[in-house]
């Protein structure tokens, strides 16, 4: 069964700094999917950013990216230029290749601070 | 686009008690999902559906959860009883067809709280 980890339950940073979100995740498979959900108080699930297992190149989405290591089954979130509307709960979430269902880990709390 | 409407966002009963959420996915979408997310945890899958029909509801503690998608559009999800345990955020979310790597999006969800 595949498992995904977050093993930084809270993390802070300063406005405009740059901070790194940590995840590992477990599966057999050779491809499938990953991808980070920010959650604010209102709790909605917002994407901030995929990536197929299948591509080398890691994604980016302004001033979100990701270090995608598939040997290593690691997948961490740089947030460059932090901005005080980043504070939210950050999960890591996976998909398998033969499936269209998500598999969360236990998120990262992110405070922003001006 | 609207996105993934949900109601009631915010619910408080006793133990014992039944409730309804209910939620209507963005339009056009055919796949629609619950998730159970409890305090202090990710959400975890209760139940698929592809247009009306059930995918998957192997997480789905079917002796008090039930969930329906008349239509193939709105979905219902209800408890009945109600447990101490149940607290949580209901979260629905759709997509826009049964595929691996879909964008799954999801809706502001619906918080119980049990007492």
């Known amino acids: 069964a595949q498992t995904v980890t977050q093993s930084q339950p809270e993390m802070s940073v300063q406005e405009a700094e740059t901070v790194t979100l940590s995840c590992t995740y477990d599966t057999s498979e050779n491809n499938y999917y990953l991808f980070w959900y920010k959650q604010p108080p209102s709790r909605q699930m917002i994407l901030v950013i995929r990536?197929?297992?299948?591509?080398?190149q890691n994604a980016t989405e302004n001033r979100f990216s990701v270090n995608f290591q598939k040997a290593a089954k690691s997948f961490s979130l740089k947030i460059s230029d932090s901005q005080l509307g980043d504070t939210a709960m950050y999960f890591c979430a996976f998909m398998g290749r033969n499936t269209d269902k998500l598999i969360f880990g236990t998120g990262t709390r992110l405070q922003v601070f001006p | 686009e609207a996105g993934v409407a949900q109601s009631p966002r915010y619910k408080i009963i006793e133990k014992r008690q039944s409730v309804a959420f209910w939620c209507n996915p963005i339009?056009?979408?055919?796949?629609l999902y619950w998730y159970q997310q409890i305090l202090g945890q990710g959400p975890k899958l209760l139940i698929q559906f592809q247009n009306n029909g059930v995918v998957d509801d192997s997480q789905l503690p079917k002796d008090r959860f039930s969930a329906e998608r008349l239509k193939g559009v709105d979905s219902t999800l209800k408890i009945q009883p109600a447990k101490l345990e149940d607290s949580a955020v209901y979260l629905c979310?759709?997509?826009?067809?049964?595929?691996?790597?879909?964008?799954?999006?999801f809706g502001e969800g619906s918080w119980l709280t049990v007492v």
């Open positions: 990536q197929e297992a299948y591509k080398q």
């Open positions: 979310a759709s997509s826009r067809r049964q595929s691996a790597g879909n964008t799954i999006y």
């Open positions: 339009s056009g979408h055919a796949t």
